[in-house]
């Protein structure tokens, strides 16, 4: 099946895949956009599944200072080299996840740190699992397996801190 190239550029800006990914997506989809961009998706998750585990020494520490001074968040986003630690997409994922953070309060990282008696719910509590504040189709987890999608790096939330003045 041929695929036209505005196909490929809008499934590329929807998913931030390649090129040849897109377009190989669409042919294996027969051009349908919807099942092309669940196969992009399924391929980044087999790709940050490898991933996995590598180790992740560098990244960079983001912060987040809502409007007005009153709400705060610092995040340490690692990933395995300071080339991906100084893209714009890498960049991009720790202010989102600092602004995640800033707005709904997790208290844990992911959902196996609660305790085992914790009658909290892990989809308000655990960051992973939270739905993302900009799309909430999306979770914390899958914002950051798109990005090592894209980069090709292991990304790994190590920790955070939130502050709120007068708590």
Same mark, same amino acid.
């Given at each position: 099946?041929?695929?036209?190239?505005?196909?490929?550029?809008?499934?590329?800006?929807?998913?931030?895949?390649?090129?040849?990914?897109?377009?190989?997506?669409?042919?294996?989809?027969?051009?349908?956009?919807?099942?092309?961009?669940?196969?992009?998706?399924?391929?980044?998750?087999?790709?940050?599944?490898?991933?996995?585990?590598?180790?992740?020494?560098?990244?960079?520490?983001?912060?987040?200072?809502?409007?007005?001074?009153?709400?705060?968040?610092?995040?340490?986003?690692?990933?395995?080299?300071?080339?991906?630690?100084?893209?714009?997409?890498?960049?991009?994922?720790?202010?989102?996840?600092?602004?995640?953070?800033?707005?709904?309060?997790?208290?844990?990282?992911? *959902?196996?740190?609660?305790?085992?008696?914790?009658?909290?719910?892990?989809? !308000? !509590?655990?960051?992973?699992?939270?739905?993302?504040?900009?799309?909430?189709?999306? *979770?914390?987890?899958?914002?950051? !397996?798109?990005?090592?999608? *894209?980069?090709?790096?292991?990304?790994?939330?190590?920790?955070?801190?939130?502050?709120?003045?007068?708590?």
């Amino acid at each position: 099946m041929e695929v036209n190239t505005e196909a490929i550029k809008k499934l590329r800006n929807k998913s931030g895949a390649g090129i040849m990914d897109c377009c190989n997506a669409l042919k294996e989809s027969e051009g349908d956009s919807t099942k092309a961009l669940e196969h992009l998706k399924e391929k980044g998750f087999r790709k940050a599944t490898k991933k996995a585990d590598r180790t992740t020494t560098e990244g960079l520490i983001e912060s987040y200072i809502h409007t007005g001074g009153r709400v705060g968040a610092l995040i340490e986003l690692n990933c395995e080299t300071d080339f991906v630690a100084r893209t714009d997409e890498f960049k991009r994922l720790a202010r989102e996840i600092a602004l995640q953070v800033a707005a709904m309060c997790p208290h844990y990282i992911e *959902k196996e740190e609660l305790p085992a008696d914790s009658e909290e719910d892990p989809e !308000t !509590t655990c960051l992973m699992e939270q739905a993302y504040i900009r799309d909430p189709d999306k *979770k914390v987890r899958d914002l950051i !397996t798109e990005t090592i999608a *894209k980069v090709g790096e292991n990304i790994r939330l190590k920790q955070f801190a939130r502050y709120e003045l007068g708590n």
